[in-house]
């Protein structure tokens, strides 16, 4: 895009030196003179041509497009200096930094995998989840299936140029295949007896909301609770419009801790979004004239919907000190189990949607985080486009905290930072006795 803009700006200015040639330096003949300037009208043409092309390019993405900003791991929340690159910032951070006494590092719950519309029929995908490597897959069926990825034959990936034959998954080496219900084996090509134990472990899975989610319990227990249904996303009432995607080093249970942290909040998230998401800089005196406003207020939910938490927030803005209540917006954001959050919105005038904001551990100490946003389909894509990419802006503050910060098993509280505990002996429930801990960190998955 850069390049095509740069192209245009040089063409326009060959084409008006040619124009506003006053006298005839080259000593043309007049027909030759003629011809040169019928091309310069021609290459205006080609140019205005393409200028338009571009901004109806433009125009088109931000109209009708979905927001997609998917960021790498080490793109947010590392500062490097001194000649580093990103990754080399965020690969000195996570071998120096002090990670505290954890909390085991995989609860219990349902966790975002893929999102539908990205796993076709009869296509497989090679998934990283809870430290373990997983073929998702969708059968001819069209149900999506998850199964262990490590063939038990020879320890092949299914998920690494394996088919999906039926409902069933074909590893790539010698053709086993595994349902996608139970992981069962249902076929050795070369021989007529299936072992009893030919199989690979099946997770409880679940398809809602447009997204696709798995079942993890340290003692393999079945699912405790179900995914609630979006029904306005289910009737189509509200849409996709785009998602984020960031990858956080912290332990899982520092990101939703958030919703209980509420002076955070007065002092991370006031500067504007204009100022954006480097600490450095956000508190610029440039931007001071716009200002957030949160008043929040979170507590558990109870039985039998204990396992899950509601904060309600209502943002206003101010500018030059003014009040602007066209942007005072509500959020109810619903949390279920460790990594699902329902943020709902509602406005008087721009109407409401849903963030799905999903936490997935990739591993101990690397979260995937992203955003889905569903908005009403009458309402215009800009809109919707704009509260995510602002959602974004102020989430990624809270990325450079979360990455260069150490966890704090008793941390020093004042009586007004009491939700802190309180949200603490909430998610305390999402662990079992045989939950996995955190036995030492590895310094050798560089970004």
């Given at each position: 895009m850069k390049s095509g803009w740069a192209a245009v700006v040089v063409g326009l200015g060959v084409v008006l030196m040619l124009l506003t040639q006053s006298a005839d330096p080259l000593h043309l003949s007049r027909e030759d003179l003629a011809g040169l300037r019928a091309a310069s009208q021609r290459l205006v043409l080609c140019v205005v041509a393409g200028v338009s092309l571009l901004a109806a390019g433009w125009l088109y993405r931000l109209l009708f497009h979905p927001l997609e900003l998917l960021r790498a791991p080490e793109d947010v929340g590392y500062i490097a200096e001194g000649g580093r690159s990103k990754a080399q910032a965020a690969n000195e951070v996570r071998r120096r930094r002090k990670v505290g006494e954890l909390p085991p590092v995989y609860p219990n719950g349902w966790y975002r995998v893929l999102d539908s519309h990205s796993l076709s029929r009869g296509e497989v995908k090679n998934v990283s989840i809870l430290g373990d490597q997983l073929a998702v897959f969708r059968g001819q069926d069209g149900t999506a299936y998850v199964l262990d990825a490590y063939c038990p034959h020879l320890g092949s990936n299914l998920a690494v140029g394996g088919r999906v034959m039926g409902n069933c998954i074909e590893c790539p080496f010698h053709g086993w295949q595994f349902r996608g219900s139970d992981g069962k084996c249902e076929k050795i090509p070369y021989t007529e007896k299936v072992p009893e134990l030919a199989k690979v472990r099946s997770w409880p899975s679940c398809e809602v909301n447009q997204q696709i989610l798995v079942w993890f319990h340290c003692d393999e227990?079945?699912?405790?609770?179900?995914?609630?249904?979006?029904?306005?996303?289910?009737?189509?009432q509200w849409i996709y419009r785009g998602k984020t995607e960031h990858f956080i080093n912290a332990h899982i249970e520092e990101i939703p801790e958030n919703a209980a942290d509420v002076a955070h909040l007065g002092h991370l998230h006031?500067?504007?979004?204009?100022?954006?998401?480097d600490l450095r800089y956000h508190y610029s005196k440039l931007w001071d004239f716009v200002r957030h406003g949160w008043k929040v207020e979170w507590a558990p939910e109870s039985a039998p919907n204990s396992h899950c938490s509601t904060m309600q927030v209502n943002h206003s803005l101010t500018v030059f000190g003014f009040h602007w209540s066209l942007l005072d917006l509500h959020v109810r954001a619903r949390q279920v189990g460790p990594g699902l959050v329902f943020l709902q919105f509602a406005h008087s005038y721009l109407g409401g949607g849903v963030i799905l904001q999903s936490v997935t551990p990739v591993e101990p100490l690397l979260q995937c985080v992203t955003h889905t946003m569903f908005y009403q389909a009458n309402v215009p894509a800009?809109?919707?486009?704009?509260i995510l990419k602002a959602e974004s802006i102020q989430f990624e503050r809270d990325v450079?905290?979360?990455n260069n910060k150490k966890y704090v098993s008793k941390p020093l509280l004042v009586?007004?930072?009491?939700?802190i505990l309180m949200h603490r002996r909430w998610y305390s429930q999402f662990y079992g006795q045989n939950s996995p801990r955190l036995q030492h960190q590895r310094d050798t998955l560089d970004f």
């Open positions: 227990a079945e699912p405790q609770w179900t995914v609630p249904e979006q029904e306005e996303i289910t009737k189509g006031i500067p504007g979004i204009v100022s954006g998401a800009p809109v919707p486009k704009f450079m905290i979360w009586k007004e930072d009491s939700a």
